[in-house]
């Protein structure tokens, strides 16, 4: 006969309730909810504890029976403490974002964080289609932000959702597809220095620096396109296609 356990998880900061069944030691069936919630699990207990912390939650045992049954025994126990973790998404995801999470990071005076070293912040603006995978429902959201914020409750990790999207990843419990194509590439065409002759119109610099040397960075042509007429790059002196 194999005996299972019945175990409950509280948010010691609001209360709310978590119930769940195993058979294998507790501490090893708490390290398997935080290995979940590392893995960006989007059930409401594993949101909570990426929101609030490991530790703000206590784990201790409730019951003691057959494992057959287990189940009868976990339902009866989310039903008496009417657990809120063991709701649906929608309804934890609402009641975790009451309280904006606020992250204080030490100043730089380097790097992408700083708005003149940042980018145009054209992707995050690309609207994202997001089908889940256990419904098959579909939502559209106007960035990726704004979906990681609802599915993940944390718009940091809009990222991990244009990753997914541009890889045919799932994230989240969600199938993800970028809509529209928007993109901060410009097309760029080159001038001999001496023939005057032209190159094709490429669609982007990379495109071009893959046409004229085996390296993925050319310097060198930013610096000419910064200054027309000014420098040139591999001999030719060049030009955005879009403001001729």
Not at 77 to 94: D, G, H, L, Q
Not at 121 to 136: A, D, H, Q
Request: net charge positive.
């Amino acid at each position: 006969m194999i005996t299972g356990s019945i175990y409950l998880i509280i948010n010691k900061d609001n209360g709310h309730k978590y119930v769940g069944q195993t058979i294998q030691a507790l501490n090893k069936e708490w390290q398997q909810h935080i290995k979940e919630a590392m893995m960006m699990s989007n059930k409401p207990l594993h949101c909570a504890m990426r929101k609030y912390g490991n530790h703000i939650f206590s784990i201790k045992q409730i019951d003691e029976c057959d494992q057959s049954i287990l189940d009868e025994k976990e339902t009866y126990w989310i039903e008496r403490y009417n657990c809120e973790y063991n709701r649906t998404i929608e309804i934890e995801v609402i009641e975790e974002k009451e309280e904006p999470v606020v992250i204080i990071e030490k100043k730089k005076d380097w790097g992408f964080h700083i708005s003149k070293n940042r980018g145009s912040g054209i992707t995050s603006r690309i609207k994202v289609l997001g089908i889940n995978i256990e419904t098959g429902e579909e939502k559209i959201w106007e960035s990726a932000s704004s979906a990681a914020k609802d599915v993940a409750n944390n718009s940091r990790y809009g990222h991990n959702i244009l990753s997914a999207s541009r890889n045919g990843w799932s994230a989240y419990g969600y199938r993800w597809k970028l809509i529209g194509n928007k993109s901060n590439r410009k097309r760029v065409y080159g001038v001999h220095r001496k023939t005057w002759e032209e190159t094709p119109i490429y669609e982007s610099t990379r495109e071009a620096i893959r046409n004229h040397t085996n390296k993925s960075i050319g310097t060198g042509l930013s610096k000419s396109l910064k200054n027309p007429h000014k420098y040139t790059w591999k001999g030719y002196y060049w030009f955005y296609a879009d403001r001729r």
